[in-house]
């Protein structure tokens, strides 16, 4: 039998060993250089779910250590789930300068206000195209500042892969540069180069698509206003491009066209580039609004005897959120007005013949219209002729709606007589008044029953500015802004003559509120049993102040409709300032009419002041409140204001 020594069996298991190892370690250097990588999984937000998808390894992307998520949403608000391998993407360029952009990637917003900074200029993200979530969010100010910036973060940012969604908000297009438009039209923009001021423009792209973005749009302004973009999409991981982007969709409106035709003196409305857009009523986005009895309220619309004066009063009614065109009616006269009712149909409001020669009888044929056509309602609103609404003149009457049910208030009104640009500075304002200010108001029809149908002839024979109820109505008063939500179109000396009153009214550059989000602050004290509160609280705040002027002094400002002498001293902007006087003349108020004389405010020989509210007077100056202050109001026995000298005038 053969033996085997201790010596060569370790010899043997060492070469063994030795053979092992080397095979092992070219195996692993194989696998190394040519050898693929474990799958891995991750997950991702996907629709209303989180799935595992697995995939190859692709260098994932980082997201930006500076890089915020702000609210999240669902699908980003998207009904349905996003198919396969696509993610939802919710973009917003705001309604105005004092709103905020918007961009939702996979359920989380990454742009919104005090969110990344989104604002003025453009704004980008960054998505991973294979995780499909935002890694990266800047915005670029174009407008105060170059765009070189931009254009580094394009060439080191935005990977082969990455899908970009920019947006623009406010103005971008200012310092918008040559090269950066280059880069977006390299990475997908057909329409950059066509970016011109307050234009809103949104790109969805992916760097290393060939050819031109399918999501892009841009809309021209108008009149430096925006037309602002709210779109949702399903977003696909790998974009397609065009090769060649198809002509946007040629504006159809035929029946527009057709009455345009024979109507070329309506200039505006009728104009080449106009005659073919459709006329869609504005959608509402105040979530807070929606429900309001004030949207299926009736409008009612004096035709008047201007067809151009009634085509711009139509399409500021069509531009508020909210309308519902078959709640519009317009009254009209057939001999002074044929082809109203052509018109309207082009909107798709009503119409409604009434051949009147008073304005008793129009306001009869306003009201027995809605009788006839909408049996039942409880409220009604009048636009009289030749009036121009503000964007959110529905909205402010719908926030104060409620205030109808007092039984103390008469109407809601949308316009103030003593709105001048200098006295009227606070959309956020509502007052009391004991004056009927005409021109747009909202009131229920009860109160026409019972106040003013019974003596429609002596009561409403003028439009409404001229005064339909007497001053001093202290039972029941108006809903009047500080701002005004209407503004009354010129009308030329040929259409009404020059009377002081018109002059004194409308011969004068009047406010009017742009904003189409105003929000009322005050509503909740216009009550009776609260607004004297309210006044008694304004009048001795801390943050009240007197202003002690001179008999000499305001004198001489009214002599001369001016303030420039005064030296008012108004640093306070949240203050209230109160010019407390005794009236001369117990029965009259020629020292009201003086100090609205030399303020700026209404003023006409032989009518009161307009605004009034038990002796006293309220309007706004560089946002700040100010009180005429008389010793016919109740509050003029406050001891800080009781002991004025000063008499007017």
Not at 20 to 32: C, D, N
Not at 194 to 201: E, I, P
Not at 460 to 465: A, D, L, Y
Request: glycine fraction near 6%.
């Amino acid at each position: 039998m053969k033996r085997i020594s201790l010596v060569s069996v370790c010899r043997h298991v060492l070469w063994t060993g030795m053979v092992g190892f080397i095979m092992v370690g070219f195996y692993g250097v194989y696998q190394f250089l040519f050898g693929l990588p474990p799958v891995r999984v991750v997950e991702f937000y996907m629709g209303n779910a989180s799935m595992p998808i697995s995939f190859k390894d692709h260098g994932e992307r980082i997201v930006s250590q500076y890089m915020e998520v702000g609210e999240i949403l669902p699908n980003c608000g998207i009904s349905y789930v996003c198919p396969h391998n696509h993610f939802p993407v919710h973009i917003f360029t705001g309604k105005g300068k004092d709103d905020t952009p918007k961009i939702c990637v996979s359920g989380k917003y990454i742009i919104q206000k005090d969110i990344n900074n989104g604002g003025r200029g453009l704004n980008l993200v960054v998505v991973d195209s294979h995780r499909m979530q935002a890694v990266h969010a800047r915005r670029f100010d174009t407008y105060a500042t170059d765009s070189s910036e931009l254009e580094l973060f394009l060439l080191r940012e935005v990977r082969p892969g990455d899908i970009l969604i920019a947006l623009t908000f406010d103005e971008a297009s200012r310092n918008l540069g040559a090269s950066a438009k280059n880069l977006l039209a390299e990475i997908g923009s057909s329409q950059i180069q066509n970016l011109q001021f307050r234009g809103q423009w949104y790109l969805i792209t992916q760097r290393g698509m060939k050819g031109f973005s399918p999501f892009e749009l841009l809309k021209a302004s108008k009149g430096g206003l925006w037309s602002p973009i709210n779109e949702h999409f399903c977003i696909p991981r790998l974009l397609e491009g065009r090769t060649i982007m198809p002509d946007p969709l040629v504006l159809q409106n035929e029946p527009r066209a057709k009455f345009c035709d024979h109507h070329t003196d309506l200039a505006d409305f009728c104009s080449v580039s106009q005659k073919h857009v459709p006329l869609k009523p504005a959608v509402l986005t105040n979530r807070q609004l929606v429900g309001s009895p004030m949207f299926i309220t009736p409008i009612m619309v004096v035709g008047g005897s201007s067809l151009e004066a009634l085509t711009l009063t139509l399409e500021t009614v069509m531009s508020q959120p909210g309308i519902q065109p078959r709640y519009v009616v317009v009254v009209y006269n057939p001999d002074v007005l044929p082809d109203a009712p052509q018109l309207c149909k082009l909107f798709g409001f009503n119409s409604k013949p009434a051949k009147t020669k008073q304005y008793h009888e129009v306001v009869h044929a306003v009201f027995d219209t809605v009788e006839t056509m909408f049996p039942g309602t409880v409220y009604v609103m009048m636009i009289e002729e030749g009036l121009l609404l503000a964007p959110d003149c529905l909205s402010y009457t719908a926030a104060l709606l409620p205030l109808l049910h007092d039984p103390t208030v008469l109407a809601i009104s949308a316009w103030n007589p003593n709105g001048f640009p200098n006295v009227s500075s606070r959309p956020d304002l509502v007052y009391r008044s004991e004056d009927f200010p005409g021109q747009a108001f909202t009131i229920r029809m009860a109160t026409y029953f019972s106040q003013l149908r019974p003596d429609l002839r002596r009561c409403c024979n003028q439009p409404g500015w001229v005064g339909w109820l007497e001053v001093g109505r202290w039972e029941r008063e108006v809903v009047v802004p500080d701002v005004s939500r209407v503004l009354r179109r010129p009308v030329g000396p040929d259409l009404e003559p020059t009377t002081p009153l018109i002059s004194a009214l409308f011969h004068r550059l009047r406010a009017t509120n742009l904003e189409v989000s105003a929000v009322i602050s005050n509503t909740e004290v216009l009550v009776v049993d609260r607004y004297e509160s309210h006044l008694i609280h304004l009048l001795n705040n801390s943050h009240t102040y007197t202003l002690n002027l001179t008999h000499a002094a305001l004198t001489n400002c009214a002599a001369t409709a001016s303030t420039a002498k005064l030296n008012l001293l108004m640093s306070d902007k949240q203050g209230v300032y109160v010019i407390p006087f005794k009236e001369s003349d117990q029965s009259g108020v020629s020292g009201m009419k003086l100090l609205c004389l030399c303020f700026g405010l209404f003023h006409e020989d032989h009518t009161p002041p307009r605004g009034l509210h038990r002796g006293l007077l309220r309007f706004s100056m560089k946002g700040s409140e100010v009180i005429f202050l008389s010793n016919k109001s109740p509050h003029f026995l406050l001891p800080r204001y009781s002991r004025t000298t000063l008499t007017l005038p």
